[in-house]
């Protein structure tokens, strides 16, 4: 369990999920149909905001409880955004971009999906994204194609 030692980070975090999409149907819309289709107010009506965290030992007690984000990917999209940030293109604050995606085919996901959504995680929360890239990127992505 978490102690009042525990190191805070810079600003809370908020994990955000998606409901599964149908996959079967979008495999037979054409790509400009598909990117339609994922950018749609239908899907932006599925995400549910989990739970948030603002202290080391919090973020890995969420992540260990949530597991590897190849188990997530599987079945819905994945996002840890800056708690004051609802993860769609009509918050405010990504009209400029914002967040930091990762997209893999839900039926190749490995270990690579893991160690990938771990290392970008971490990135996130600590802060420490390539060339200042911290200050531009306020939440990661982790979906299915």
């Known amino acids: 369990m978490c102690d009042q030692d525990d190191p805070p980070l810079h600003r809370s975090w908020s994990i955000w999920v998606t409901t599964p999409l149908n996959h079967s149907t979008l495999k037979t819309l054409t790509a400009k149909e598909r990117a339609a289709e994922a950018t749609s107010k239908a899907v932006a009506d599925t995400l549910t905001k989990e739970i948030s965290f603002d202290t080391v030992c919090k973020f890995w007690s969420i992540y260990n409880a949530y597991g590897n984000g190849s188990g997530v990917v599987k079945n819905a999209a994945l996002y840890i ?7 769609s293109w009509e918050d405010p604050a990504n009209l400029s971009g914002g967040r930091w995606s990762m997209s893999y085919n839900s039926d ?8 990938d959504w771990m290392e970008s995680c971490l ?4 802060e420490t994204f390539y060339r200042n890239l911290s200050d531009q990127v306020v939440g990661i992505a982790l979906t299915p194609k």
């Open 108 to 115: 190749e996901v490995s270990d690579l999906v893991d160690t």
């Open 123 to 126: 990135h996130l929360i600590g």
């Open 81 to 87: 955004f800056a708690d004051e940030i609802k993860p």
